[in-house]
């Protein structure tokens, strides 16, 4: 009797956790989407072969900025996850800026480019590093100077807009820019592979704190293909963070609105690659990922999660490190004597 009732309880286990691990996959699909492989269409800005190729060189130019020294590689170094690994980043002249510099990977799938959103899409956000005095500190003029200084450049925007009467421009470089951009894709990760249905993808403190990540109300605000980057919330909604973490000079979404419910409103960033774009928050006081989670939860969710909670989250947030894109240095084309000489 006691053999049979053992007989018919482990396949009773089995079934369960294999709804379990079902019923975990189906919630997870209907909050969340793979990374796909392929950049998507970007709207205005057909992707051609030409302006990918420009794209990329204009991304990893130094002679973008004034000094010659910055290129947007600096700050999204293609080889750290597309950031820089400083709390805030440093730009022309050494300044240190106000803010981290989130990665770029990705990026095209946010809803709007910034913590605080306020460049609607990449190619209007490639023309702000440049001109910002403690990031690349030039400017159009200086910029379309200097590349159409450097023959090499003439035919490659040529080939990427064919029909411009003028091709080297500033508008032009920063189109070339988001398409090289859109194509910075980290797919095939292991929480996309479990997304696709390989069960097997996460190991279970993965799957508890994928569940943690769901059941606690993390996802509300961080969905998506990103896993985040797609609405604006207060950081600080349940309790506001110690002042190191949210400096009170930056007021987030405040700067561009001018509404008062907007006051230390920020984009809730992706964390596709969390694990491996230190420091966080828009501050970047914060290094360790687990510590961002008992900071996320007292802040935006008022809980205390108990150690093993946190440290599931963690593993899951793990999960999020997709492939990184592989990509070749590009041959820049050399200055001319007519090149501006930089200036420091
Ligand atoms: C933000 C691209 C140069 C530092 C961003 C974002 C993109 C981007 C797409 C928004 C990402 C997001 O919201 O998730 C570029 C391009 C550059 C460039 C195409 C070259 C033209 C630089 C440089 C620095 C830098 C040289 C550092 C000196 C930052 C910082 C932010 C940012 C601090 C966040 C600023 C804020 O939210 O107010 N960049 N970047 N970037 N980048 Fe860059
Ligand atoms: C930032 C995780 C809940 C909104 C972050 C970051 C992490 C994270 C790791 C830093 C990312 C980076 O700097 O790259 C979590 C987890 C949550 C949670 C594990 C659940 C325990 C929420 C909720 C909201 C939210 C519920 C919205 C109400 C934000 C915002 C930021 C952020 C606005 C940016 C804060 C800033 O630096 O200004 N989250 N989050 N998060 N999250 Fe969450």
Known sequence: MKRMHLFLLVPLCLCNSAFAADDLMSRANKLFNPIPTKAPPLKGNPATAAKLDLGAKLFFDPRLSSSQLISCNTCHNVGLAGADLQETSTGHGWQKGPRNSPTVFNAVFDVAQFWDGRAKDLQTQAKGPVQAAVEMNSNPELVVKTLKSIPGYAPLFKAAFPRAADPVSFDNMARAIEVFEATLLTPDSPFDRFLKGDAAALNAREKRGLRIFMDKGCAPCHAGT?????????????????????????TGRFMVTNTESDRYVFKAPSLRNVAVTQPYFHSG??????????????????????????EDTVAFLKTLTGRQPRLHYPLLPPSSDDTPHPQL
Do not use: H
Not at 226 to 250: C, H, K, L, M, Q
Not at 289 to 296: F, P, R
């Open 226 to 250: 990103n896993v985040g980057g797609v609405g604006y919330y207060p950081f600080g909604v349940r309790e506001a963070p110690a002042t190191e973490i949210r400096p009170s000079g930056d």
């Open 285 to 310: 006081k914060v290094w360790k990922l687990y510590d961002a989670v008992v900071v996320m939860s007292s802040a935006q969710l008022g809980v205390k999660l108990k150690e093993g909670e946190v």
